[in-house]
């Protein structure tokens, strides 16, 4: 089944404690991205990539990392999470004109 | 500055009633529009799009329209069913940006619909 999977689906931590959490797709999709959702904000672009080593800025993307050292996975970094990045994360990867999502990773900075 | 609007938060609509969710955007860039349906504790899936050389784009129940000259387009559910309650958000992209495939999101409207 084609799908894009994250780990952890929640995570309650600390101000500070490192973190990574981690997005893999099974569809050989070359582009894929990182958005928080927020309230009243819809979803923002965090970081994509468009390819292997390849990644770039999206709109928010202050206090987080990526790395994309293979094609299927795209985790996303928090070194140092602050209370602000308490949010819903959504992976996506894209095919054609059309990306699609993980299910959705429940961040909480306490 | 939010350049995708769903101006409407909420949205509540009778069983087999039509709905109407509304999308405004100020981006005259912008030529590729799509629109996504999220239930809860799911991620968001594609529903429907439409290319700006287009003004209309039918699948099944679900009808997207776009008005280039006021820049909105409108996502149509006939008839509307309960499984349809969901927060759908409109997105659109920017072909000619330097951000390939990114979605530029509104903040999404919540239908509920009442047996």
């Known amino acids: 089944e084609a799908q894009v999977t994250q780990n952890p689906r929640y995570l309650i931590t600390v101000t500070g404690k490192k973190l990574t959490v981690t997005c893999s797709q099974n569809?050989?999709?070359?582009?894929m991205s990182w958005y928080r959702q927020d309230p009243g904000l819809g979803l923002r672009q965090i970081y994509y990539?468009?390819?292997?080593?390849?990644?770039d800025k999206g709109d928010v993307p202050e206090g987080y990392k990526v790395s994309r050292k293979e094609k299927r996975n795209f985790p996303l970094i928090l070194e140092s999470p602050s209370p602000n990045q308490t949010s819903l994360y959504f992976c996506?990867?894209?095919?054609?004109?059309?990306?699609?999502f993980g299910p959705g990773t429940r961040l909480t900075v306490l | 500055d939010q350049q995708v609007k769903q101006n409407s938060p909420s949205l509540s609509v009778q069983e087999g009633r039509i709905s109407i969710l509304n999308c405004d955007y100020t981006n005259s860039m912008f030529d590729y529009f799509l629109w996504y349906k999220k239930y809860p504790a799911e991620g968001p899936t594609f529903l429907i799009s439409i290319s700006s050389i287009k003004d209309k784009n039918e699948d099944g129940r679900f009808t997207v329209f776009l008005n280039k000259s006021a820049k909105h387009l409108s996502l149509h559910i006939v008839p509307s069913q309960p499984g349809d309650s969901a927060v759908y958000f409109c997105?659109?992209?920017?072909?000619?940006?330097?951000?390939?495939?990114?979605?530029?999101f509104g903040q999404g409207t919540i239908l509920t619909v009442h047996p």
């Open positions: 997105a659109a992209r920017d072909r000619g940006g330097t951000s390939y495939g990114k979605l530029t």
């Open positions: 996506a990867s894209l095919k054609a004109d059309t990306q699609y």
């Open positions: 990539s468009m390819n292997v080593e390849v990644t």
């Open positions: 569809m050989n999709h070359e582009y």
